[in-house]
């Protein structure tokens, strides 16, 4: 079983930052692929981007990021904190949306919402023209 929690949503004008937050419980973190989706009003959720790892003796992590959001947006886990964030710059009105979190056991694409099994409550994030 995970909780996720996310933080870090508020209001911001176009082109400004912010950083979401999402912590998780469990101690089996580094082991699941981790997504970031959003849902906007009167739309459906989607994906905006995803992180997996790799430990061992070679630590490989990769990231993959919905086309929206390429460029402005990044992924990145603290394993050590069981945290996963996303670093949202240049932000557009067309970003304004509920941020959720979500983790899927293992290695996967991590593109798709049926492979997540765990998901947070959400987060909005809203940005003014």
């Known amino acids: 079983q995970v909780q996720l929690v996310e933080s870090g949503g508020g209001v911001v004008q176009a082109g400004g930052s912010l950083r979401l937050s999402c912590a998780a419980s469990?101690?089996?973190?580094?082991?699941?692929?981790m997504g970031w989706f959003r849902q906007a009003p009167g739309k459906e959720r989607e994906f905006v981007g995803c992180i997996t790892w790799i430990g061992g003796s070679t630590t490989y992590s990769s990231t993959t990021y919905a086309e929206p959001v390429k460029g402005r947006f990044t992924i990145s886990r603290d394993n050590a904190k069981n945290t996963l964030y996303l670093q949202m710059n240049s932000l557009k009105p067309e970003d304004t949306a509920v941020y959720y979190c979500?983790?899927?056991?293992?290695?996967?694409?991590?593109?798709?919402?049926?492979?997540?099994?765990?998901w947070g409550q959400g987060t909005q994030v809203t940005v003014s023209s």
């Open positions: 979500a983790a899927a056991p293992g290695l996967v694409s991590g593109v798709r919402e049926y492979q997540y099994t765990y």
């Open positions: 469990g101690r089996t973190f580094s082991t699941y692929t």
